[in-house]
């Protein structure tokens, strides 16, 4: 009767599951539709349904439709990045920061803002408006890389050496950030100030070009790493008893992370709670299953940042809002309801 039940229950939790994912991809194309007609130009959806001349063709093609991919392209990375960290260290609280992603990628940008002028005129030219993005993405990498390898030791790694580690990292690079600021002028302030509460609008094909091959492809793989997520959660050794190779584990999920919220951090700047929320969110709704857990946060993560991003252009239209601004806002007091609602089943 016991397995009975149980069965029942795994086969409840499924169908619910379900459910959420079909929901959750109705919405992406709700929010998707509602991106495309939202602007200051005041352009409406019925207005290209009625047939597009040249200036909406031009809004639609150059400006929305870049907007809605790259606000898709950048949730759905932050979110699943969010799960796979949290799944790795058994913490609700981990996000991509903890590898050296946000750390590293913001002391890039801020190096190549203050100290782009100095590079050769030739180099300056090649590189042009995508050098923090590059420089970010570099920073990003670079600060996760010099974390695995301080966390390694006889061919392991070490989760909470990692943890450690990251926060050292992490004040590092604030440090040297600091450095940095107090070396900028005014005009590069405003630029720092920009990118460190992200915006999608930079947002253009060639930069979507460029970090679709980082962020798809872990995107699309994440689910195969939904059974090892699951029994690590039992913890490492009973992870190695049931076949995990951990360790294998470890590194295909903390590179993937660097990969895509490196990317997105890359190309969009320091957006905050999506990576943090969307998995608990998640987790009320559906339980803990990474094989759910996964494929729903890349469409909730979709989903809220494009409306996030709705709400940023249109609020003080035609003025905009960083998007940063909108996810703390919107993500701090749900995530503080979060943490109320757990505490009330018996907390974290």
């Known amino acids: 009767m016991v397995m009975l039940a149980e069965t029942v229950d795994v086969q409840d939790r499924s169908l619910r599951a379900a459910r959420v994912t079909q929901g959750l991809a ?12 939202s602007g200051a130009t005041g352009v409406s959806l019925f207005d290209m349904l009625d047939g597009l001349t040249a200036r909406e063709a031009l ?19 932050l979110a699943v990045s969010g799960a796979l960290m949290q799944g790795l260290f058994r913490n609700p609280l981990a996000d991509p920061g903890i590898v050296g992603v946000g750390a590293g990628a913001g002391l890039g940008a801020v190096l190549a803002i203050v100290l ?31 974390l695995y390898r301080l966390a390694s030791r006889g061919g392991s790694v070490s989760v909470a050496t990692m943890l450690l580690a990251g926060i050292a990292l ?24 920009f990118w460190g509460m992200g915006s999608l609008a ?3 094909w060639a930069k979507i070009t460029a970090s679709l091959p980082l962020i798809v492809p872990v995107l699309a793989l994440s689910p195969l790493l939904a059974r090892g997520l699951n029994a690590l959660a039992l913890g490492e050794a009973q992870a190695r008893h049931i076949g995990i190779d951990t360790e294998r584990l470890k590194r295909i999920t903390i590179l993937g992370v660097a990969a895509s919220a490196g990317a997105a951090v890359a190309i969009a700047g320091g957006i905050g709670f999506i990576g943090i929320v969307v998995p608990h969110l998640l987790r009320l709704a559906t339980g803990p299953n990474h094989r759910f857990l996964l494929p ?18 249109t609020l003080l239209a035609p003025a905009e809002l960083p998007i940063g601004i909108v996810t703390a ?15 009330g089943i018996g907390g974290m």
């Open 26 to 37: 109705l919405a992406l194309v709700v929010a998707g539709l509602a991106s495309i007609g």
């Open 59 to 77: 809004i639609l093609w150059d400006i929305r439709l870049p907007r809605l991919a790259m606000g898709a392209l950048v949730g759905a990375a």
């Open 116 to 146: 782009g002028g100095l590079l050769p005129a030739t180099l300056s030219a090649w590189i042009g408006p995508q050098l923090v993005p590059f420089a970010a993405f570099l920073g990003g990498w670079a600060a996760t890389l010099a």
């Open 170 to 193: 992490g004040a590092l690079a604030g440090a040297v950030t600091g450095v940095l600021v107090y070396m900028a002028d005014d005009r590069q302030l405003r630029d720092l100030t």
């Open 202 to 204: 930079g947002a253009s």
């Open 296 to 313: 729903n946060a890349a469409l909730l993560g979709a989903s809220l940042l494009v409306l996030a991003d709705i709400f940023a252009r």
């Open 329 to 343: 806002l919107v993500g701090a007091p749900v995530f503080l309801w979060i943490l109320l609602q757990r505490r």
